[in-house]
Nanobody
Framework: QVQVVESGGGLVQAGGSLRLSCAAS????????MGWYRQAPGKQRELVAL???????DYADAVEGRFTISRDNAKNTVYLQMNSLKPEDTAVYYC?????????????WGQGTLVTVSS
């Protein structure tokens, strides 16, 4: 069983920064792509940023140029550096990890961490 735990959320003023972390632990065989998603109240969960194991990244248009995703493969950890935060970035942020085994790929979700940006 693989678990994913996020940390780093909180309350910040508009224009500020936060850094989220997400670590996979347990019976880890191999981690493929890792990503951050978010869900604002009354809205669907949406992709924020994705990073492949070799380090190729993809961002939602709304965060391009403000957020940076990175990973440490040795630690099975993914980070999301969020700068120039806006009130519309307020959401619960979820980490998603693709765990690869001989039986296939399993998507593992974290419990979410709340980010609140005040105006």
């Amino acid at each position: 069983q693989v678990q994913v735990v996020e940390s780093g959320g909180g309350l910040v003023q508009a224009g500020g920064s936060l850094r989220l972390s997400c670590a996979a632990s347990g019976r880890v065989v191999s981690i493929g792509a890792m990503g951050w998603y978010r869900q604002a109240p009354g809205k669907q969960r949406e992709l924020v940023a994705l990073i492949t194991r070799p380090g190729i990244t993809d961002y939602a248009d709304a965060v391009e140029g403000r957020f940076t995703i990175s990973r440490d493969n040795a630690k099975n950890t993914v980070y999301l550096q969020m700068n120039s935060l806006k009130p519309e970035d307020t959401a619960v942020y979820y980490c998603n990890v693709r765990h690869i085994t001989v039986f296939g790929t399993q998507e593992v979700w974290g419990q979410g961490t709340l980010v609140t940006v005040s105006s």
